[in-house]
């Protein structure tokens, strides 16, 4: 069964930092792009960044970059996601996705508070 | 950025009726040389998520009801959803995949009447 476990989330203080995990499974993970797409509490769907099968080519949202660095490691079969700086509208609820987005994680919540 | 757009944002419809949501893209997502509209639609749920629709905007994805289908080019789609039951209850989402950063529009509710 192809699948995506995000971790990593939790409650950070505004200006702290947080790494997100995505381990993938059933399916060759180095032969595809991944993603990571966030949904803030009440709000929609909201592209984050993404990254070539190599690792060297990535893409991000303006909001993001800068603060926010996403990497891979094809021998562990895994996706993070490296969030400095964070801001209070960094609350929400990241997902990654495979390349093709048919394949999505549950989602680890990421809190920005005092 | 190519903006996405949804109309309505919120749609109640009678169970078996049929459901149209439209999106508009900023301009367009057709790429002339494969003749493909990068455009997805997606299917959210509370707590769980997004479930991949439809791709190349009219390609279902394996697995999904053919009571849900999409059409469209350029920068014009549509979801339509023949005939309404009650476990598609949820909000949709089209997005684009042109050009990164690969924007979702706002969402459209889907409720029953």
């Known amino acids: 069964e192809e699948q995506l476990v995000e971790s990593g989330g939790g409650l950070v203080q505004p200006g702290g930092a947080l790494r997100l995990s995505c381990a993938a499974s059933?399916?060759?993970?180095?032969?595809?792009?991944m993603i990571w797409v966030r949904q803030a509490p009440g709000k929609g769907l909201e592209w984050v960044a993404n990254i070539k099968e190599d690792g060297i080519v990535r893409y991000y949202v303006d909001s993001v970059r800068g603060r926010f660095t996403i990497s891979r490691d094809n021998a562990k079969n895994s996706l993070y996601l490296q969030m400095n700086s964070l801001r209070a509208e960094d609350t929400a609820t990241y997902y990654c996705?495979?390349?093709?987005?048919?394949?999505w994680g549950q989602g680890t919540l990421v809190t920005v508070s005092s | 950025d190519i903006a996405v757009s949804q109309s309505p944002d919120s749609l109640a419809v009678s169970l078996g009726e049929r459901a149209t949501i439209n999106c508009k893209t900023s301009?367009?997502?057709?790429?002339?040389?494969?003749?493909?509209?990068?455009l997805a639609w997606y299917q959210k749920k509370p707590g769980q998520p997004p479930k991949l629709l439809t791709y190349?905007?009219?390609t279902r994805d394996s697995g999904v009801p053919d009571r849900f289908s999409g059409s469209g080019s350029g920068t014009d789609f549509t979801l339509t959803i023949s005939s309404l039951q009650a476990e598609d209850v949820a909000v949709y989402y089209c997005q684009q995949y042109y050009n990164t950063p690969h924007t979702f529009g706002q969402g459209t509710k889907l409720e029953i009447k």
């Open positions: 190349w905007a009219a």
């Open positions: 301009q367009s997502v057709l790429y002339s040389s494969n003749n493909r509209n990068y």
């Open positions: 996705a495979r390349g093709g987005y048919s394949v």
């Open positions: 059933g399916f060759n993970f180095s032969k595809y792009w």
